[in-house]
Nanobody, 124 residues
């Protein structure tokens, strides 16, 4: 069982930045792929970004490329999502998730453990 705790969400104006953190209870986080997802009211949960165990491979949804950056510090059991140039359409609850199997996946059902989520609200 892996427990994930997200933090760093909040209210920010359009064009602003936030950095989300995801701390894992698992001491060998390097064994897991980390994904960040988001879910806006009335919409399905969607993939935002993912990073492989070693941190050398990343993937992003098209709409956040060039604005968001995913990273991880396995020594601290922590993953991050740096979000810049935020837009109102980025407003959602953001979740981190991990999966044991190799390879970044965009489907939420591929992930084994989830955090409780952190709200990000971008005002126009």
């Amino acid at each position: 069982q892996v427990t994930l705790v997200e933090s760093g969400g909040g209210l920010v104006q359009a064009g602003g930045s936030l950095r989300l953190s995801c701390v894992a209870s698992e001491r060998t986080l390097s064994n897991y792929v980390v994904g960040w997802f988001r879910q806006a009211p009335g919409k399905e949960r969607e993939f935002v970004a993912g990073i492989n165990g070693g941190g050398g491979v990343t993937s992003y949804r098209e709409s956040v490329k060039g604005r968001f950056n995913i990273s991880r510090d396995n020594a601290k059991n922590t993953a991050y999502l740096q979000m810049n140039s935020l837009k109102p359409e980025d407003t959602a609850v953001y979740y981190c998730a991990v999966k044991r199997a190799l390879g970044i996946a965009v489907r939420a059902t591929s992930y084994d453990y989830w955090g409780q989520g952190t709200q990000v609200t971008v005002s126009s």
